[in-house]
Structures are given as structure tokens and as C-alpha cells.
Antibody, heavy 119, light 112 residues
């Protein structure tokens, strides 16, 4: 199982960022995919989850209006887009595949993508 | 959804044991047998070490053990080793629309 994320991004306040997560080594549509972020020196923060079989999503209420999760089954790629960025969104963003069943925890993680938002 | 409460730090000498608590509510820890624990070394992605309260993924040594009582889960690391020095996070499935998941505030474990 491997998840390879896109490279670091630098954005200005008010902009959007879209991060990709390319999956390999498993049957793409069989496993839910989470997005988790970690601000510098801070803890882990759950953002949302996608069921690649159909594309349904669930997300933390905090990101309800700004977060869009999508996938492209033809390229085995997940995407996470966050809008209306502020400096508080500066963080490392991770994609992570569940252990097994849909309600199982994230087990396989991408390498992380640093997003820096300047004022 | 509020983060699960963990002590900021814990420590122990090599060979000793350390226990970390994770306190939630009936809407998360107390309501589901889906507590997990992660180990994170600086600059690295988190690593799943416990799932479903007390199960270990393959490759995780049995020095790591999880438990739960009511709204509080615990992680015990026995026979502390230098490489166990890391940040530890609990997590749980939680009540909410469609799907909801929450992490703990994190605990820094220091091996003295």
C-alpha cells in the first residue's frame, strides 16, 4: 500500500489549495480515505473522509463550507481542496487509507503535504 | 466535536512502563469500541499502534496495550525503549452526521 501526495504549496490568504494523493497497492474503491492535518507544533486534526466507491463524503463540521473531497478512479487519485485559506490553515496535510472496514481507523498514510498560507 | 483530552506529557526510564489516558464522552470514546492510538516521531507521519481499543496491527510489539473504561481509554507502553520517545495520539469514531472522527490532544512521551 502506498499513498503519494503532491508537493508543498505556498498560498496567500483567501486563495484555495488542492492536494492530490495517488494510491497504489490495493483495490482503489474498496477502502475509505481520510484527510488529516497538523499545524506546526500542534496535534492531529481530522478533516474528512471519502468513500471512493460512489464518492460520498463525511467531514468535520469545522470545514463544512470550505472542504471538497473528490477522487478520480481512472488515475487512482484522491483530491482535497480547501477554500478561503487563512494563516490558520498553515499545516501539513495527510491523506490516509483505513485499515480495513469503512469505520476502521486510518492505517496507511501519505508522506504529508506542507501548505503555507501567507497573510 | 471537541478533541479528546490527553495529558501533555508522560515519562519513564528504560524498562519501565508508562500509561497515557484519553478522556472523551459518551458521544465518542464511551459510545464506541473504536478507540485507536497513534505514535508519531518528529517529522514523520503517524503510525497506527492500537485499534478497536486493544488490537495491534501486524508488526506492532506487544509492549503496546490498550484498554477502555467508560469514557476513558488508556495506552500502556511496557518495557520502555529509547525509540518509544514520541508523540502519542488517541482517536475515536464519534457521533455526528454521516461520519465523524476525532483525535486526542496528544501526549509527548519522554524516555529518561
Amino acid at each position: 500500500v502506498q499513498l503519494v501526495q503532491s508537493g508543498a504549496e505556498v498560498k496567500t490568504s483567501g486563495a484555495s489549495v488542492k492536494i492530490s494523493c495517488v494510491a497504489s497497492g490495493f483495490y482503489f474503491i474498496s477502502y475509505h480515505l481520510h484527510w488529516v492535518r497538523q499545524a506546526p507544533g500542534q496535534g492531529l486534526e481530522w478533516m474528512g473522509v471519502m468513500n471512493p466507491n460512489g464518492g460520498s463524503t463525511g467531514h468535520a463540521q469545522k470545514f463544512q463550507d470550505r472542504l471538497t473531497m473528490t477522487r478520480d478512479t481512472s488515475t487512482r487519485t484522491f483530491y482535497m481542496e480547501l477554500n478561503s485559506l487563512t494563516s490558520a490553515d498553515t499545516a501539513v496535510y495527510y491523506c490516509a487509507r483505513v485499515l480495513g472496514t469503512p469505520d476502521s481507523p486510518p492505517r496507511f498514510w501519505g508522506q504529508g503535504t506542507l501548505v503555507t498560507v501567507s497573510p | 466535536q471537541s478533541a479528546l483530552a490527553q495529558p501533555p506529557s508522560a515519562s519513564g526510564s528504560p524498562g519501565q512502563s508508562v500509561t497515557i489516558s484519553c478522556t472523551g464522552t459518551r458521544s465518542d470514546v464511551g459510545g464506541y469500541n473504536s478507540v485507536s492510538w497513534y505514535q508519531q516521531h518528529p517529522g514523520k507521519a503517524p503510525k497506527l499502534i492500537i485499534f478497536d481499543v486493544n488490537k495491534r496491527p501486524s508488526g506492532v510489539p506487544d509492549r503496546f496495550a490498550g484498554s477502555k473504561s467508560d469514557n476513558t481509554a488508556s495506552l500502556t507502553v511496557s518495557g520502555l525503549q529509547a525509540e518509544d520517545e514520541a508523540d502519542y495520539y488517541c482517536s475515536s469514531y464519534a457521533d455526528g452526521n454521516n461520519y465523524n472522527f476525532v483525535f486526542g490532544t496528544g501526549t509527548k512521551v519522554t524516555v529518561l
